[in-house]
């Protein structure tokens, strides 16, 4: 079979590749994507993050490391913030600040400048990672050396973040008290003694619990 083709086709084959014109709703779907970039990239500044510390290509593109890690972070304290959790949004901030002082110290110590010793989303990626741990872990050297962190002064920024983290689990540990600033007192079964709770649960009948070793 032979296809041949008009001299109007001739003639646009021959000035090169054919552009179909982009669908409107494409168009409409970067625009909202281009949209939500801009706000993002307001609400960090407005956080008194340096965008300049920022990758060209994350700014541009509107994602990224950097730009995920500093999303995750004032997303995290926000969030403590909304749920009226100012106790921890206050560990939170006081947190940051001792990377800060540390990252200072480093600055000085070895005359670099502070972004040099830890750019600004390795900091809050730092600190949401120390926030996340259960309470009485500690944040280790190698942790920090995988999340990134090349500084000589990673033995104090350990140190540091430890401090934190017993501080905080100290004062965790005072909210659990009751109203007398007593503990709850654990629950202790006896093995093979059947528990008879005094009232039903008010979704079933009564409930028999048999404690076996």
Same mark, same amino acid.
């Given at each position: 079979?032979?296809?041949?083709?008009?001299? !109007?086709?001739?003639? +646009?084959?021959?000035?090169?590749?054919?552009?179909?014109?982009?669908?409107?709703?494409?168009?409409?779907?970067?625009?909202?994507?281009?949209?939500? !970039?801009?706000?993002?990239?307001?609400? =960090?500044?407005?956080? &008194?993050?340096?965008?300049?510390?920022?990758?060209?290509?994350?700014?541009?593109? $509107?994602?990224?490391?950097?730009?995920?890690?500093?999303?995750?972070?004032?997303?995290?304290?926000?969030?403590?913030?909304?749920? &009226?959790?100012?106790? +921890?949004?206050?560990?939170?901030?006081?947190? !940051?600040?001792?990377?800060?002082?540390?990252? =200072?110290?480093?600055?000085?110590?070895?005359?670099?400048?502070?972004?040099?010793?830890?750019?600004?989303?390795?900091?809050? !990626?730092?600190?949401?990672?120390?926030?996340?741990?259960?309470?009485?872990?500690?944040?280790?050297?190698?942790?920090?050396?995988?999340?990134? +962190?090349?500084?000589?002064?990673?033995?104090?920024?350990?140190?540091?973040? $430890?401090?934190?983290?017993?501080?905080?689990?100290?004062?965790?540990?005072?909210?659990?008290?009751?109203?007398? $600033?007593?503990?709850?007192?654990?629950?202790?079964?006896?093995?093979?003694?059947?528990?008879?709770?005094?009232?039903?649960?008010?979704?079933? $009948?009564?409930?028999?619990?048999?404690?076996?070793?």
């Amino acid at each position: 079979m032979v296809h041949d083709l008009t001299p !109007k086709g001739k003639g +646009v084959l021959s000035e090169g590749a054919i552009v179909l014109p982009v669908p409107t709703s494409i168009r409409e779907q970067e625009k909202i994507e281009e949209a939500k !970039k801009k706000q993002a990239l307001a609400e =960090l500044k407005d956080k &008194g993050v340096d965008l300049g510390q920022v990758p060209q290509e994350e700014l541009e593109s $509107g994602e990224g490391e950097a730009l995920t890690a500093l999303k995750r972070w004032y997303s995290y304290v926000d969030s403590m913030e909304a749920r &009226g959790r100012t106790d +921890v949004v206050n560990q939170l901030d006081d947190l !940051k600040s001792r990377i800060e002082a540390w990252r =200072l110290d480093m600055a000085e110590r070895y005359r670099m400048a502070p972004a040099s010793v830890m750019e600004e989303h390795l900091l809050v !990626k730092i600190a949401y990672m120390t926030a996340s741990l259960r309470a009485g872990s500690h944040c280790s050297k190698e942790a920090l050396e995988g999340a990134g +962190v090349r500084s000589n002064g990673i033995d104090e920024l350990t140190k540091v973040l $430890g401090e934190w983290s017993d501080e905080n689990a100290k004062e965790s540990a005072g909210t659990a008290s009751n109203g007398s $600033g007593a503990q709850d007192a654990p629950m202790n079964l006896t093995p093979g003694r059947v528990f008879q709770p005094t009232n039903s649960w008010r979704y079933a $009948g009564k409930t028999r619990v048999l404690c076996a070793m």
